[in-house]
């Protein structure tokens, strides 16, 4: 069994910062594109980042330049980095791995609310 759990949400202030992880655990023998994504209350779930297993990411228009996403493939985990904080990046925050175990195939974590408010 493959397993992704997530930490790192909260409630911030606008402005503030919070850092996620996400770390994958189980029968794993490669892991390809790891990432992000959100859905606020309403609206759709939508991809925030996600960094292939060379390094090379890919951000939401509405993140860039506040949001840094990075991995450390050796504990199996991503990160995501998030600067700047707006009210409307409220949302459910959820990871996602592109994983080899018995076959490839995505897996998610349980999701990390994190609520920018006053």
């Known amino acids: 069994q493959v397993q992704l759990v997530e930490s790192g949400g909260g409630l911030v202030q606008p402005g503030g910062s919070l850092r996620l992880s996400c770390a994958a655990s189980g029968s794993i023998f490669s892991i390809n594109d790891m990432g992000w994504y959100r859905q606020a209350p309403g609206k759709q779930r939508e991809l925030v980042a996600r960094?292939?297993?060379?390094?090379?990411?890919k951000y939401a228009d509405s993140v860039k330049g506040r949001f840094t996403i990075s991995r450390d493939n050796a504990k199996n985990t991503v990160y995501l980095q998030m600067n700047s904080l707006k009210p409307e990046d409220t949302a459910a925050y959820y990871c996602?791995?592109?994983?080899?175990?018995?076959?490839?195939?995505?897996?998610w974590g349980q999701g990390t609310q994190v609520t920018v408010s006053s």
């Open positions: 960094i292939t297993d060379g390094g090379s990411t």
């Open positions: 996602y791995a592109d994983i080899l175990s018995r076959l490839w195939a995505d897996y």
